[in-house]
């Protein structure tokens, strides 16, 4: 392709003879090949047709091997079949489309830049590495120190002592293991001390759970007495849990336990002073430490 020429003229309005020309603005003309007429007649041709705000820029005109010409401004084009005109004639035929063309488009717009709305964080929520067993949890270890209380029927007595007692909770189910070490006075001359020992599960549902377990007390009578046996067993009962501060929770049981097998008696003549006993209410409250697995 050769470029004859980029002329850059000040397109002036049709005005007297020997008068200079207004000027209106700067408007360059680019031409490719050869497209039958000049850039000055193609100025001629479209300065009395632009009006005075045509924004400035480069008009290109390119002759192509069809025999039409191609003027392009900025991003617009048009193509103009001049058939067999050249010249002065050939370019009022291009000026005609072109001061169509040019006014179309304004100088070229430079967008913005986006200003991206500021982003906000959202706020950040610490998760407590230690928890109790909550509703939410859904596999939790705790561990568990208290106090429980033992009461069966027959002549036995109150016992009372420590308990320790390990869990784990997986969704509704619950697991755990318990023992305690209680004492307490007859209603004779007899002490009697006992080791109850309880391994559990059951189903929990927000802070309640019911709990089923096998239960196994060895025991001991002092005193006048001193024998030593197993009661053997099972339980049910129902636990409550109470969320606290820093992984601590507060937990109470209450329950009754009913134990198979032979009863012990010890009879003093029309006196029974002990009796082993067929079943038994407990109830325990301990503070636990639990974490998430």
Not at 130 to 153: H, I, Q
């Amino acid at each position: 392709m050769h470029v004859l020429g980029t002329v850059a003229l000040v397109l002036a309005a049709a005005g007297s003879v020997g008068e200079p020309a207004d000027p209106i603005v700067p408007v360059h003309i680019e031409i490719s090949g050869n497209p039958k007429f000049s850039a000055e007649d193609l100025v001629r041709a479209l300065a009395p047709r632009l009006p005075p705000d045509t924004p400035a820029g480069t008009l290109s005109v390119t002759a192509r091997s069809d025999g039409m010409i191609e003027l392009s401004w900025q991003s617009r084009k048009r193509v103009v079949d001049l058939g067999d005109e050249s010249g002065p004639a050939a370019a009022r035929v291009a000026a005609l489309l072109a001061a169509d063309l040019l006014p179309l488009l304004g100088p070229p717009q430079v967008a913005p830049p986006a200003i991206a709305p500021p982003a906000i964080a959202p706020p950040a929520i610490a998760l407590p590495a230690m928890r109790t067993s909550t509703p939410e949890s859904c596999d939790a270890v705790s561990l568990a120190a208290g106090y429980s209380l033992w009461s069966g029927d027959g002549h036995g007595p109150l016992l009372q002592g420590p308990a320790l007692s390990v869990g784990l909770e997986r969704k509704h189910l619950r697991l755990y293991a318990e023992g305690a070490w209680v004492q307490g006075e007859p209603r004779s001359s007899f002490d009697m001390t006992a080791w109850p020992l309880r391994v559990g599960a059951g189903l929990g549902a927000s802070y309640f759970s019911l709990l089923g377990s096998l239960v196994m007390v060895p025991y001991k009578l002092g005193g006048v007495a001193n024998l030593t046996r197993t009661l053997m067993g099972a339980g049910m009962g129902l636990g409550s849990q109470f969320p606290m501060a820093a992984g601590f929770a507060l937990h109470v049981d209450v329950g009754a336990d009913l134990f198979l097998g032979k009863r012990l008696q010890l009879v003093a003549g029309d006196t029974t002073h002990f009796e082993s006993p067929l079943w038994a209410l407990r109830f325990g409250a301990a503070l636990a430490w639990g974490r998430a697995r």
